[in-house]
């Protein structure tokens, strides 16, 4: 018994220290006062029992007790199960029309052909969309989060963005060269690693993975979409947490429009890479999508879909941004199995709990275009948006997935992955140490 005790004071301590020393790095005071508190609780209790007398019997009861919960607590840590999850049948999925998506109908509002027509057949989104649409635009002095330096810094970003859409197609290479498809998925991962990707997948592409129709740029709106493209080269870039962490302030919109240009970036350079190969490939950016980047980012193996609707990355939560390329090229699909991400969604319910509009499902997976899977009123996300001034992320902030890529953030992700206790032991650690109500700030911080 001695041996347990001084052990577990030891290795208690250590795991305190390390701990505190994350959060340090994280700049998270409140993990950082916990820390130190656990440190003096463990040592305190731990070194009671090795210096109490054995003839104090509850002393000595408490610590068998202790030794023992700890034992069993180690041993079902390592147990790995879930219950089963059917997986969703995609075979009556309707498409999406990229039409009905707010940022599209915002566009609507500066042509009013397009207004005209779109809520002639839509006469239900009129009243809702004068309402959203005459606050103030993003980028507009107005917003509650607007900053005479920082939105700015946003605005030249999406400008740049958009004056970049003729890089997502190109001229073919008029000799097709004859490839291995291993070897040419390699090479793109290589190639999307070294202008800075953190991940890159692939997936078979599938009808519904396609929007129905356009519906972001006056030219060609209501296009329908057909593409004979058959793989999608999914790009994941991760965003700075602590920059994340000042959500809904301005910061976050400076930060998701930088890694929305690096990701355009890195997608219109592997775009052309296979271009040059002699096999037809188009670039997906920000304003500029055929295809839906968060299925198919789930598709690729690359992590899971919250409840906030936005994807989770395996390794940086929905801390990150994505963006795709389509080829005729056939590469084979990257795999890997996240469903413990779902699971843990379903006891989470955080970013329902923190979004200023209550745009988030707290309740059951919703039922929309044929098939069970999250979503989000864009109606009061937008609303929302346009109020603060900024792209909000408050959802992306609170997610526990949202961490630093560090060892015991590692630790934690490899702990929740193997069952269902796990997972509610580490959501009541991670509500006590980073708070489970998040604290908005009133005003923008200085720096960016
Ligand atoms: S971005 Fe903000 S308003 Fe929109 S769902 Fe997330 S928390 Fe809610
Ligand atoms: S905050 Fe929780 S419920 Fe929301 S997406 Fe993240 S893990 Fe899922």
């Given at each position: 018994m001695v041996w347990a005790n001084i052990i577990l004071l030891a290795a208690g301590n250590l795991f305190f220290v390390w701990l505190g020393l994350a959060a340090w790095r994280e700049k998270s005071g409140r993990a950082c006062r916990l820390s130190v508190l656990g440190l003096l609780v463990n040592s305190a209790l731990w070194l009671t029992f090795l210096l109490g007398s054995p003839q104090f019997t509850v002393i000595h009861g408490a610590n068998i007790l202790l030794v023992s919960l700890t034992a069993v607590f180690l041993v079902v840590s390592l147990v790995s199960r879930f219950p089963n999850r059917e997986s969703p049948d995609t075979a009556g999925i309707q498409r999406?029309?990229?039409?009905?998506?707010?940022?599209?109908?915002?566009?609507?509002?500066?042509?009013?052909?397009?207004?005209?027509?779109?809520?002639?057949?839509?006469?239900?989104?009129?009243?809702?969309?004068?309402?959203?649409?005459?606050?103030?635009?993003?980028?507009?002095?107005?917003?509650?989060?607007?900053?005479?330096?920082?939105?700015?810094?946003?605005?030249?970003a999406f400008d740049l963005l958009d004056r970049s859409r003729p890089l997502a197609c190109g001229n073919v290479a008029e000799n097709r060269k004859p490839l291995s498809s291993q070897e040419m998925s390699r090479r793109l991962m290589q190639l999307g690693r070294l202008y800075g990707a953190v991940d890159i997948g692939f997936a078979h592409l599938q009808d519904h993975h396609f929007y129905s129709h356009a519906g972001r740029q006056l030219a060609g709106w209501g296009r329908s979409i057909d593409s004979r493209h058959r793989t999608a080269v999914v790009v994941v870039v991760a965003m700075d947490y602590l920059r994340m962490q000042e959500a809904p302030a301005a910061p976050v919109m400076v930060e998701s429009s930088r890694q929305y240009v690096?990701?355009?970036?890195?997608?219109?350079?592997?775009?052309?890479?296979?271009?040059?190969?002699?096999?037809?490939?188009?670039?997906?950016?920000?304003?500029?999508y055929e295809v839906l980047c968060v299925p198919l980012a789930q598709a690729a193996g690359l992590g899971r879909v919250g409840r906030m609707s936005l994807f989770m990355h395996r390794v940086y939560g929905p801390c990150v941004r994505l963006a795709v390329v389509t080829t005729d090229l056939e590469l084979p699909a990257t795999e890997g199995d996240y469903a413990y991400m779902e699971h843990?969604?379903?006891?989470?319910?955080?970013?329902?709990?923190?979004?200023?509009?209550?745009?988030?499902?707290?309740?059951?997976?919703?039922?929309?275009?044929?098939?069970?899977?999250?979503?989000?009123?864009?109606?009061?996300?937008?609303?929302?948006?346009?109020?603060?001034?900024?792209?909000?992320?408050?959802?992306?902030r609170a997610c526990p997935f949202t961490k630093p890529d560090t060892l015991i953030h590692r630790l934690v992700r490899w702990y929740i992955a193997r069952n269902r206790l796990?997972?509610?032991?580490?959501?009541?650690?991670?509500?006590?140490?980073?708070?489970?109500?998040?604290?908005?700030?009133?005003?923008?911080?200085?720096?960016?």
């Open positions: 999406f029309d990229e039409r009905d998506h707010m940022f599209a109908r915002n566009n609507t509002w500066r042509h009013p052909e397009m207004a005209n027509r779109y809520y002639a057949s839509h006469p239900d989104k009129r009243d809702v969309d004068a309402r959203i649409l005459n606050r103030p635009q993003l980028g507009e002095p107005g917003g509650r989060f607007y900053h005479e330096w920082q939105t700015p810094a946003a605005e030249i690096e990701s355009a970036k890195i997608a219109y350079l592997l775009a052309a890479y296979i271009r040059s190969f002699g096999y037809d490939a188009r670039a997906h950016v920000d304003g500029n843990f969604c379903d006891i989470c319910r955080k970013c329902a709990d923190n979004c200023p509009s209550q745009a988030i499902p707290a309740g059951e997976m919703p039922l929309s275009r044929g098939f069970r899977h999250w979503s989000v009123e864009q109606e009061a996300c937008y609303g929302f948006w346009r109020s603060a001034g900024t792209d909000c992320a408050v959802c992306v796990n997972q509610r032991l580490a959501l009541l650690a991670d509500d006590l140490f980073y708070g489970r109500r998040l604290k908005l700030p009133r005003a923008n911080p200085e720096g960016w």
